[in-house]
């Protein structure tokens, strides 16, 4: 069965920090990658996603991701951190070829940036 | 409208009490999704139609729970004798077509309380 890791639950980052959060998936197959935000009181919107070609993938607002096979991650960075982006922030994958485009979330990090 | 809608945006039920959520998908768009957000949590999901036909139905936790799109349109999820353990937010998400990759667009939620 597919799943994904996020490794920090919890991140407190001072303005003008840099940003990265893990994400590991399992799956063997094609995948598409997905990362969705949170800003508090909204609803999750999509921030980036990964559909193939290029590993680096760039998103809204200054975010970035990285997708390695051979490590089965895909992680979030951001080389400077700004207030607006407290929020929450989850990683998914859709399996290519399914009958379905489920996706299938991480635990979601929670990012407090400190002005 | 402009983006996905659900109603209600709170629900209290009492343990036994039959509920329905109502979710309005942007318009056109063919494929919709529901999730169970627990607290803490991911989104994990429920259910899936392509146009009016329910697809996908594996997630759905228990016989309790029924979901309905039979115009291709507006979709509700119903829960019958809710119980303690079904407190949650409930996620509709829609998107255009069955695509890869293709984007889920994300509504508000129905927060779900259950006494």
């Known amino acids: 069965a597919q799943s994904v890791s996020q490794h920090n639950h919890h991140v407190i980052l001072s303005e003008a920090a840099s940003l990265e959060l893990g994400c590991n998936y399992s799956y063997g197959g094609t995948v598409n990658l997905f990362w969705y935000v949170q800003y508090p009181g909204q609803h999750l919107q999509l921030l980036l996603k990964?559909?193939?070609?290029?590993?680096l993938v760039k998103g809204i607002k200054g975010f970035e991701a990285e997708f390695i096979k051979s490590k089965f991650s895909f992680n979030l960075r951001k080389p400077s951190v700004q207030w607006s982006d407290t929020a929450e922030y989850f990683c998914?994958?859709?399996?290519?070829?399914?009958?379905?485009?489920?996706?299938?979330f991480g635990t979601g990090t929670l990012l407090a940036v400190q002005p | 409208g402009a983006g996905v809608s659900q109603s209600p945006r709170y629900k209290v039920a009492k343990r036994g009490q039959d509920v329905a959520l109502r979710c309005d998908p942007i318009?056109?768009?063919?494929?919709l999704f529901w999730y169970q957000q627990a607290l803490g949590q991911g989104p994990e999901f429920l259910t899936y139609f392509q146009n009016e036909a329910q697809l996908d139905k594996s997630g759905l936790p228990s016989d309790r729970f029924f979901a309905e799109r039979p115009e291709g349109s507006v979709s509700t999820l119903k829960i019958q004798r809710t119980q303690q353990e079904d407190s949650a937010v409930y996620l509709c998400?829609?998107?255009?077509?069955?695509?890869?990759?293709?984007?889920?667009?994300f509504g508000p939620g129905t927060r779900l309380t259950v006494l």
């Open positions: 318009s056109g768009h063919v494929s």
């Open positions: 998400a829609s998107s255009s077509y069955r695509g890869r990759g293709n984007e889920q667009f």
């Open positions: 998914a994958v859709k399996a290519y070829g399914g009958a379905t485009n489920k996706l299938i």
């Open positions: 990964y559909f193939s070609g290029d590993p």
